[in-house]
């Protein structure tokens, strides 16, 4: 149920309002027909607001943050899952297309190749002077030697990641 947490949280700031202005006509009315007098006024009213309304209010503001907070991430999920049903089903795509069909950054769909490759859920190699990203199956790749793009010596660059000190192409494992 993604958004059901901002859905709460604007119903009880909604209800902590009604609550707390239905609570100041209480105490006011009170007041000016002489039955309530300014001590039981101010006790009502840090009662009432302080352990009804303000809680409201607050659990309310706190559940409609972390559901935009959610969205976003989860924004971020469907754009990374998309990226790699575009790049499993076609084997190879430049990566120019991706940024026009993903509507994002050359910076943003590298950031989210390295984030698919971090979790184990891509494996391929990029090659920077054409732009073009390949998905290539982990086991062709592990214990390779040799770059598949230009076939000059690799070298380890990190984590998961095999840099071509030739051509520059990024191979993940």
């Known amino acids: 149920m993604l958004g059901s947490g901002r859905v709460i949280g604007i119903i009880l700031v909604f209800a902590g309002i009604i609550i707390g202005a239905g609570a100041a006509v209480w105490l006011l009315t009170g007041m000016n027909e002489g039955t309530l007098r300014g001590s039981g006024a ?3 009213f840090v009662l009432i607001f302080g352990v ?3 809680p409201l209010i607050g659990g309310g503001i706190y559940l409609v943050i972390q559901g935009r907070s959610e969205a976003r991430e989860m924004a971020g999920i469907h754009q990374q899952q998309e990226l790699l049903a575009i790049v499993e089903t076609q084997g ?13 950054t050359k910076d943003g769909v590298v950031d989210d190749i390295h984030a698919l490759v ?8 990029i090659d920077w ?3 073009t990203l390949y998905s290539v199956e982990a ?15 690799l070298e380890i660059a ?3 990641v095999i840099k071509c000190p030739y051509c520059g192409a ?3 494992v």
């Open 42 to 44: 101010a006790l009502g």
């Open 52 to 54: 009804v309304v303000l």
């Open 92 to 104: 190879k795509v430049k990566i120019s297309d991706l940024v026009l069909q993903l509507k994002s």
């Open 118 to 125: 971090g979790r184990g859920l891509f494996s391929g190699y």
């Open 129 to 131: 002077q054409s732009g």
């Open 139 to 153: 086991s062709k790749l592990n214990g390779r030697q040799t770059c598949p793009n230009c076939g000059g010596q």
């Open 158 to 160: 990190g984590k998961g």
């Open 170 to 172: 990024e191979i993940f």
